[in-house]
């Protein structure tokens, strides 16, 4: 396989991560909003409603986007990396653990 096969089939795999995961039932787009607290807020509210997740919701929630930023890579722009990196944060305040 070539590095732009590989590529390509990692691109889809993370995708089918992100649509389906087991552990929590995503908004659609989630990680392509603008404002670091709707999306901390709607990771938290997922994660909290989960009944298939296997660590605790604030685990859940931070796992789930840093995947997103990990599998993104450089295909994600500065400005949408600064709003997820944000949105850690914000996440990390929701659950008291700054």
Do not use: H
Not at 5 to 33: H, I, M, P, Q, Y
Not at 49 to 76: Q, W
């Amino acid at each position: 396989m070539t590095e732009k096969s590989d590529s390509a089939l990692s691109n889809k795999w993370s995708a089918k991560v992100t649509r389906e995961s087991n552990a929590l039932s995503l908004e659609k787009g989630v990680f392509t909003w603008k404002d670091p607290k709707a999306i901390a807020q709607s990771l938290k509210d997922s994660a909290e409603a989960s009944t298939r997740r296997k660590a605790e919701p604030f685990r859940s929630a931070m796992s789930m986007l840093v995947f997103y930023i990990n599998r993104a890579g450089k295909n994600l722009d500065r400005e949408q990396l600064s709003i997820l990196e944000q949105a850690k944060q914000a996440l990390r305040d929701l659950y008291g653990k700054s």
